[in-house]
Nanobody, 116 residues
Framework: QVHLVESGGGLVQAGGSLRLSCAAS????????MGWYRQTPGKQRELVAG???????NYADSVKGRFTISRGNARNTVYLQMNSLKPEDTAVYYC??????????WGQGTQVTVSS
């Protein structure tokens, strides 16, 4: 079973930045899609950003222009650069990955808290 590990979460003031990292335990094969979801207690999990093996990206409207998703040189790694953070960005952020077109594997999540 693939294990995804996130890091980089924390507490920041509004307007600050954080960089989240994610790596898969299995590096022999590559994932077609990797992305970041976030969830606030009582709300549904939403896709923040996704990236394909070909480099295509997509973002939630609420983070366009502020967040950037990228893949590392190592296989099955992904980053999320978050700039100009807002209090409404506060959530648990989850790394996700898929071999084909669905997200089959999930990380445990990392807390991001933005204070006003």
């Amino acid at each position: 079973q693939v294990h995804l590990v996130e890091s980089g979460g924390g507490l920041v003031q509004a307007g600050g930045s954080l960089r989240l990292s994610c790596a898969a335990s299995e590096s022999i094969f590559s994932m077609n899609i990797m992305g970041w979801y976030r969830q606030t207690p009582g709300k549904q999990r939403e896709l923040v950003a996704g990236i394909t093996s070909g480099g295509s990206t997509n973002y939630a409207d609420s983070v366009k222009g502020r967040f950037t998703i990228s893949r590392g040189n190592a296989r099955n790694t992904v980053y999320l650069q978050m700039n100009s953070l807002k209090p409404e960005d506060t959530a648990v952020y989850y790394c996700a990955a898929g071999i084909r077109l669905t997200y089959d594997y999930w990380g445990q999540g990392t807390q991001v808290t933005v204070s006003s």
